[in-house]
RNA sequence: GCGGGUGUGGCGUAAUUGGUAGCCGCGCUAGACUUAGGAUCUAGUGCCGUGAGGCGUGGGGGUUCGAGUCCCUUCAUCCGCACCA
């Protein structure tokens, strides 16, 4: 019988579909482990040949959990909402949902060729309105809640209402937009639309004006992760800075949660790095500055506290609200002139030109230590959205001051001892501070670390400022103009935005008539014949009727790609609940992801969204575990690797790669699938495209040898390659298989169909383990040997170790090497071969599953034990041990296991070639490492 | 500029964590069989050298009986953040 790897693969995967193989349950008398790949967004494309990889070694870990006796959860599902398909739309007029279901369809198909053991009766889809009804819920409880610093979680606005009611913002310390100041008295006596206004400052889920990145070309605005370097990460698109009134979540109040959060976790170190990063925590003083000749103050932040004595300006941001209060009449215009040439420029502009700007402001401000008078300047190389959008300026100690010194040409004041600072800055903290005292403070003589204490401790003292801590991580902009993603659950009165009743839920996305803004500029929601809030009916009603005294007006904009992705582990759990996000029965068995592979591109999006949303639930008292992903590896990007043909000049002619220097050639990308091992198929080449049928060959020994190199995996290079083409080539198994033994799981790495045949061939000759000469099933029944438990055993530690730290490249050489012993064995031992088969059956279910019924099982291998290692198949009567003179191995000696030191010594040095090597001499020295080694040192 | 990672044959990679460097696969060489194939099997394959042997994990230095692995230094390369005060 030959390996059908076609017949098989289909034949198994029908019957897993007929047998529910894959369902799973809540059951408490079983661990639980839960797996997760990042669920993808579904292209037009369908998937390439580097999609998979995470997903196989996900399943490969899930079927190993499964066959050690856990209940696995592993589901998928898709994010169904994103931009290319509403720009399809906007082109053809086709609805997204049709192009999102036909791209869904198409992933499906292609993901269920490969064999995946996802519980598919748990799909979740981003778009679909009995999932996106708990985003809107989620998002509604976000805007009823506000973050108490105190007790650091998120609390119900009633709280905030009833302090206010109290007490007004005295003793008050939550996360807020702006810090506002009033009594109770006062509170009482606001109108409603008044404390609505003020109580807009405090929620999770808040309107406000912020500065947002606004793409002109997408017509949205965007979160700072999906900004690179001023160009829109999807499209490229230039990107500017405005203000807009946006709904933003809260982000920045879980800042120091997310950053200890990453403690707790099992991610990469760099991953981690990188949301530190992102997160940006820096730790440092606010102080205030007055400015001369009035009574106002104003409030810089600084890192370098210690530097006080040597600042010798001020620098506020061109958007800075205090501009306007400092610029003196006769500077104005200059002033003027300066911050709207800044506001012209574009967040790109800026970067790709970093000329020292600025301007006076004509105003003084009063150094609070040295009651120096010094000037007070705008540039834009201090950002407003950072700190307080003033600086103070030490020029001497910090390169950017230090440049703008130079260029207006003022004071420079060293600080530290020995820093020659005639030629550039000395930035680094550390020295011996000088030039550092007044009456009350004297600096000189301590470091820069005591120095920052000390004036911590003054500034505090003498409340010219208090401790700060500051972070980079902006709160996220949670609007989009756009038609593809979840309505907002809000409707507005008088201007005010109200939540929709929680019964009501979800809204659902109305029909436009076109996908484009309105011609009044509003998002494409405004195209909705039928769209506004109907109070007394709860239901959507036509905008028509919006003069009707209970009609109002629905939100406009739609949420954005993150939305509907921050949650979806919590739902797979529970994914058919009318009542909850997920029950707590469901969300107390399986806890949070165990495991989660996906790709780095997501380490300052989705994966910041998703643990800040799974905190705010937690808080709420939803769900039982604050970190969402337990564990999480990023798996690498497959990239592409094309191949090219050399076309000599102004000929038909195509030359080999060897031979190409003997020409002027001309490269050109050629259609990887009919190039084999980079040997060009002549025949295939002729006929694939037009303009290449009469082409002519110059040849090397007979082949035409195409060049090759790495690059992205896209359709303009032709070196695509789709696994559907792999798998009806070598089947799913061999795939599989293939993408695992490619490299480590989380490195980068080009695709290369060279070698699949290696693994191909590992299965075939493990296939043949199983049958005689002649084709027929030949296995024996009897006790296996000593020298198969020893490979087999062998094998199962290995690839159980390799398993458990993701090494799956090496799992796969370990089988080989077993399946090579075990041929070279003639072994066909019913025993060992099970073995073997449920060893391979998380990487060849498929092949598996065929051998495992073959082998007389009636049972699903999905549900076999795994095979229990067992130390003494391994142990030998003797260890032979290299003997190394000086470091460097000579010849090696056999001795009983459990021979002492002293014996195993004796027998090196006894042993005939010893003398060579010791020359005569009396070995000074004598290493035995017991199982390892001898090193004699002469 | 700051932070993190990587560097081993012609190629993808491995090395029990300080103990025989190069497992496994591709490719290549030679051979066997042959229905001539992109099948299967056998042997070989880090470099130099006919050989004994020497040299080898980006370069230089160090610790150690012993270093791909630890330390210092330097180069190359990839990734993240970046006028963040």
Known sequence: MEYNFKEIESKWQNQWIADKTYKVAVDASRPKFYVLDMFPY???????????????????????????????????????????????????????????????ARYREQLDKIGFCYDWSREVKTCDPIYYKWTQWAFQKMFNSYYCNNCQKAQPIENLIAHFEKEGTANLNVACGEELSFSAAEWLAKTDSEKQDILMNYRI?????????????????????????????????????????????????????????????????????????????SEGTEMRFGIKGTNQEFTIFTTRADTVFGVTFMVLAPESELVAQVTTADQKTAVDEYVANTKKRTERERIADRKVTGVFSGSYAINPLTKKEIPIWISDYVLAGYGTGAIMAVPAHDSRDYAFAKEFNLPIIPLIEGADVSEQSFDAKEGIMMNSANDELNLNGLTVKESIAKTKEYVTRK?????????????????????????????????????????????????????????????????????????????????????????????????????????YYLR??????????????????????????????????HLIYSRFWNKFLFDMGLICKDEPFQKLINQGMIQGRSNFVYRVKGTNQFVSLGLKNQYDTQEIHVDVNIVKNDILDLEAFKAWQPQFADAEFILEDGKYVCGWAVEKMSKSMFNVVNPDDIIEQY???????????????????PWDTNGIDGVHKFLRKMWRLFFDKDGNLCLNDAEPSSKELKVIHKTIKKISDDILRFSFNTSVSAFMICVNELGDLKCNNRKVLSD??????????????????????TNSVCDAKWPEFDEKNLVENTVQYPVSFNGKTRFFIEMPVGATKEQIEQAALSNEAAAKWTEGKTPKKVIVVPNKIINIVI
Request: aromatic residues 10%; proline residues 7%.
């Open 42 to 104: 579904p292209s037009g494309a369908g998937l390439h040949v580097g999609h998979p990889l995470g997903y196989i070694a996900s399943d490969v870990y899930s079927r190993y959990k499964r066959l050690n006796g856990f209940n696995v959860l592993h589901p998928m599902g898709y994010d169904a909402y994103g931009l290319p398909a509403e720009q399809y739309a906007i082109q053809t007029g086709q609805h997204p949902a049709i192009t999102t279901s036909k791209n869904i």
């Open 205 to 281: 889920a808040y309107l406000g004006n912020t500065m947002v990145n606004w793409c002109p070309k997408l017509g949205t605005v965007l979160a700072n992760d999906e900004v690179s370097e001023g160009l829109s990460v999807r499209g490229g698109y230039p990107v500017e800075q405005r203000v807009m009134r946006q709904w933003s979540l809260r982000v920045s109040a879980y800042a120091q949660r997310l950053l200890d959060g990453l403690d707790t976790i099992d991610w990469t170190d760099s991953l981690k790095e990188t949301q530190r990063n992102w997160i940006g925590r």
């Open 463 to 567: 409340g010219l400022g208090r401790v700060k801590v500051n972070y980079r991580l902006r709160d996220a902009i949670f609007s989009r103009q756009r038609y593809w993603g979840e309505p907002f659950p809000v409707y507005y009165k008088d201007g005010m935005p109200y939540m929709i009743p929680a019964e009501c839920l979800p809204i659902e996305l109305p029909e436009v008539s076109a996908f484009l803004p309105t011609e009044s500029g509003e998002p494409p929601l405004g195209n909705a014949t039928k769209w506004a809030w109907d109070e007394k009916n709860r239901c959507v009603a036509n905008v028509a009727d919006i003069d009707n005294k209970t009609i109002f007006p629905l939100e406009l904009c739609t949420m954005p790609g993150f939305a509907g992705s921050s949650a």
């Open 572 to 605: 797979y759990m529970d994914p058919q609940n009318t009542e909850a996000l997920v029950s707590n029965q469901a969300n107390n068995y399986w806890q949070n992801v165990d495991l989660y592979i996906g790709g780095s591109e997501h380490a300052t999006g």
């Open 731 to 749: 089947g799913a198994d061999t795939l599989r298989l293939y993408e695992m033994f490619l490299g480590p799981i989380d490195q980068s790495k």
């Open 836 to 857: 073997l088969v449920v060893l391979l059956t998380p990487f060849a279910p498929h092949v598996c599953e065929e051998l495992w019924h073959l082998l007389g099982n």
